[in-house]
């Protein structure tokens, strides 16, 4: 073996991350990549990251299925057989968006008993609901189960307001 050789193997044998290989009479000197206290190091971070993936796919779920369930623009369930209150809502608008918000936040109560959906004010069918009505962004409409009008209103800020008008809209209508 020569000598230089030789002082390289020495001079690098004890430092840690370094990893020395001989083959066919040439060193290979190269710095280790990690080594078993990084290891575990890295174990960790893939485990805390996979938990962390878990709970933003729940999160997401849960926000698409529960709490953040989109109100439906399917205005064909009017007229048949279940009250309908149907919100005039504009893209982009504060009025709109904060009626929208306060509906979602009472609507698992009512589900059973009423049919929520939503006349976007930027598409045909929403600006003929609204003509119809005399909607305004941010107004509503409930209608009863054959689809006739009952009652045109705005969606109160306090949420026990807005509870109590949809309880007195659901007791007229049936």
Known sequence: MPTDLLALIMEYRDKPG????????????????FDVGDCTTMVKTIAVTAASLVVLVA????????????????????????PV??????????????????????????????NFVVADLGTPQGRVIANRYQLV????????QDGQPLRVTSIPVDERELRSRLESNLAAME
């Open 18 to 33: 370094v990893k020395i290989g001989l083959q066919a009479m040439v060193a290979y000197v190269w710095p280790v990549a």
């Open 59 to 82: 999160l997401g779920y849960y926000l698409i299925i529960g709490a953040g369930k989109p109100i439906s623009t399917d205005l064909s369930v009017i007229g048949q057989g279940k």
């Open 85 to 114: 209150l149907v919100l005039a809502y504009e893209n982009f608008s504060p009025t709109g968006g904060d009626a929208l918000n306060r509906l979602r936040q009472v609507r698992s109560d009512y589900d059973s008993r009423l």
């Open 137 to 144: 962004n941010g107004q509503a409409v409930f209608l009863k």
